[in-house]
């Protein structure tokens, strides 16, 4: 997959280089290019800014250095993947929720493109002009503001990469996560066996597989209705069995 960030602090980027990412990027698997968005300014002080019309606080991107920085994407990435366009994501407090759904819808893409917004936003135009030549997602990472697009691309990066084959190594770890079913995870225990006073519990240790996968399925349950109602709500009654009522 190739992904092209553009930001004016290119550097926020640099934890893309850490850990399964920065592997999948050595690998191959990725191919990552952050740009700077001042590089696409002609203007001796870099100007990426300036005040609203219809007056209000703060400040706007300006639109002229985002199209020339999204024209060069295109051109560089097209060279790379050939051909075809990226699909855009901006994100914003102002944008469709991100959730495990989009990003594995994003992860079946050959090539996204970031646009890390700052100040009280991105001009309009460079929506309207983007969206007539691809696809473009405005999205959200949750209910609360951040001061600029670069942690939640971060964090989307890292959610779409790792559901792209090869970047896991266990791919079964994937399966009974959070947010792939619609019910949260199961709490998990490791050794010893009993740390601080506190033991584990004891069908963990029956060696009994069936029960085993109950008790998790209990749990998930449980955990779901306690700290989110909302997602236990959506569940598919389907989805449900006398058992799984019972809890
Ligand atoms: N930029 C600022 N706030 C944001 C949020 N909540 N999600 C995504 N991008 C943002």
Redesign the pocket.
């Known amino acids: 997959m190739r992904l092209d960030v553009v930001s004016i602090f290119p550097d926020y980027l640099a934890p893309l280089d850490l850990s399964l990412i920065g592997k999948a990027r050595r690998e191959g698997l990725v191919d990552l290019h952050v740009h700077d968005l001042r590089d696409f300014t002609h203007d001796r002080h870099r100007t990426v800014d300036d005040t609203p019309y219809g007056g209000g606080a703060g400040m706007v991107m300006r639109p002229e250095p985002w199209g020339e920085a999204l024209d060069h994407v295109v051109a560089a990435g097209a060279a790379a993947v050939g051909g075809g366009v990226p699909h855009l994501v901006v994100?914003?407090?102002g944008?469709r929720p991100?959730t495990q759904e989009l990003a594995r819808e994003l992860a079946q893409q050959p090539w996204l493109a970031f646009a890390c917004?700052r100040y009280e936003g991105i001009d309009e135009r460079v929506y309207d002009e983007a969206r007539e030549h691809m696809p473009v997602s405005v999205?959200?990472?949750?209910?609360?503001?951040?001061?600029?697009?670069e942690?939640?691309v971060l964090a989307m990066v890292e959610a779409i990469a790792r559901l792209i084959p090869g970047v896991i190594g266990n791919a079964e770890s994937l399966v009974e996560e959070s947010h792939e079913d619609g019910l949260l995870e199961y709490p998990v225990y490791t050794k010893p066996p009993v740390w601080r006073g506190r033991g584990i519990p004891e069908v963990l240790l029956s060696g009994h597989h069936g029960q085993i996968a109950r008790w998790r399925r209990d749990e998930r349950l449980r955990r779901t209705a306690q700290r989110r109602p909302d997602m236990l709500a959506a569940l598919d009654p389907a989805a449900l069995d006398e058992r799984d009522r019972a809890v």
């Open positions: 994100p914003g407090p944008g991100f917004g999205l959200s990472l949750g209910d609360y503001v951040l001061n600029g697009g942690v939640a």
